[in-house]
């Protein structure tokens, strides 16, 4: 990190902002599941299946009306949530940048120096992840690399209690999580919480073999 980083202003951003983002991000996904589920209801038309029959003449077994608004609405809404996505990644960084900017510049461009490399080598992989579970709404996958667990990276992490001790103690908080996927760093927020199933989470790691 340059000198000229460090003395950089960034705006402020707070958790409850976050929040705030991440409240509006369940929201357009609620939204996303009605859409599905009503042209579930459809016959299971689902997004691709033709509306016409093989005459050519509209199919008189649909609504035809509701199945192309919910498609619509569908394919805007997941527009709005990929922007969403990118917003709520920049708020965090603009976070933890405000964070750093706390401590001693030496200090923190030794921290930045050491996540480079705790972001470089992934020390868990991620194999199997619930649907509807809070893993699954943040947007874990199964065999995402996993190379940061909010307060874990490859610089301290020992074994898998330590991600366990992390999720027990943030229930109801936002989890920075960041993984390597079909070899790209993607980073995501995690928000462990009691669900219809067991855990805070609803996924299993297993360490990386060294």
């Given amino acids: 990190m340059t000198e000229e980083n460090i003395n950089v202003v960034v705006p402020s951003v707070t958790e409850e902002d976050i929040r705030v983002l991440m409240k509006r991000k369940d929201e357009i996904e609620e939204q996303i599941k009605a859409y599905y589920d009503m042209l579930q209801d459809q016959g299971d ?45 920049n708020a965090l960084h603009t976070l933890h940048a405000n964070a750093k900017l706390g401590h001693e510049r030496d200090d923190a461009s030794t921290k930045a120096a050491k996540q480079v490399v705790s972001m470089s080598s992934p020390f868990a992989i991620v194999d199997t992840v619930i649907q509807g579970s809070p893993a699954f709404q943040g947007g874990l996958r199964v065999g995402d690399e996993v190379m940061e667990f909010g307060s874990v990276n490859t610089q301290n992490f020992s074994n898998l209690h330590d991600i366990a001790s992390v999720v027990q103690h943030s229930e109801g908080k936002i989890l920075r999580v960041g993984v390597i996927r079909n070899g790209q760093e993607t980073h995501l927020v995690v928000t462990p919480q009691k669900w219809t199933g067991k855990g805070l989470l609803g996924c299993n790691l297993v360490p990386v073999r060294r």
Avoid: W
């Avoid at 509306?51 to 919910?70: N, Q, S």
């Fill in 45 to 89: 038309v689902g997004l691709h299946a033709p509306l016409v029959d093989v005459e050519g003449f509209p199919r008189a077994d649909v609504d035809l009306y509701a199945v192309r608004t919910a498609r619509q609405s569908i394919s805007c809404l997941q527009n709005d949530h990929k922007a969403l996505m990118t917003e709520i990644e």
